[in-house]
């Protein structure tokens, strides 16, 4: 799967929609200090699931919303697309019926955050799932912030293993393994529940 446009509107400094085609090869980004650059990368992580307003440089998700300028009023929404190329079809199932695979976040002011994918409403979690088995992803170590490489260096051994894991393609396995635990649990919680009160009949 390979990335082939990211549209945003209203997003941070992107107030009026704004359209990147990302061809083949290796894409730079050059501006002028201020310009947007790393807002960009923001939106692009922002599309793939990533809730932490901090990993925003903002203080709450609201804050990715065009705030205002001396010019031009506050936006109400911010809407992220980013368009993912799937002719080889090798989105997982579920997202893999087209050529071209369209995933879009869009937040709206005390409404909270909604994804979709081809047009149809999906689940943050499926989102999630997407780019994990796809080896990237909201914390893909593959988006280099500022400050990482030496993050990285001074990392403890098992932060570095999960760098590799995630370079192997094995993080949309880490998910389901804590999805099937999570189910794993409820499951022994209705077993104790149905156990008190077959107790409670006997
Ligand atoms: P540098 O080269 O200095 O790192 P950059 O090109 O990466 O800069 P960004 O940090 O992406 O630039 O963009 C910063 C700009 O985005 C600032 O002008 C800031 O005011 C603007 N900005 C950030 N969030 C919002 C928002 N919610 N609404 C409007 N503008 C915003």
């Known amino acids: 799967m390979r990335f082939s446009r990211l549209r945003l509107s209203g997003f941070k400094s992107f107030v009026d929609p704004t359209e990147l085609v990302i061809q ?3 894409t730079g980004v050059v501006g002028p200090n201020g310009c947007g650059k790393s807002n960009l990368l923001e939106a692009l992580r922002w599309v793939m699931g990533e809730n932490r307003p901090t990993a925003m440089r903002g203080g709450g998700m609201e804050d990715v919303i065009f705030a205002g300028a001396a010019s031009r009023p506050a936006r109400n929404f911010a809407e992220v697309t980013l ?3 799937n002719a080889e079809r090798l989105a997982p199932a579920g997202f893999n019926d087209a050529d071209q695979l369209e995933i879009v976040r869009r937040i709206t002011r005390d409404a909270g955050s909604a ?3 081809n047009g149809k409403e999906t689940r943050a979690r499926d989102v999630a799932m997407l780019f994990a088995d796809a080896s990237t992803g909201s914390q893909s170590p593959a988006l280099v912030r500022q400050g990482q490489i030496s993050e990285l260096i001074n990392a403890k051994p098992k ?3 999960r760098v ?3 370079a192997a393609g094995i993080g949309g396995l880490y998910q389901r393994r804590h ?4 189910k794993l649990k409820n499951t022994e919680t209705n077993l104790t529940r149905v156990d008190d009160v077959v107790e409670g009949l006997a």
């Open 179 to 182: 999805e099937a635990e999570l």
């Open 159 to 161: 932060a570095r293993r």
């Open 164 to 166: 590799l894991e995630d």
């Open 115 to 117: 994804y979709k994918a």
């Open 83 to 85: 368009t993912i190329d």
């Open 24 to 26: 083949d090869g290796l």
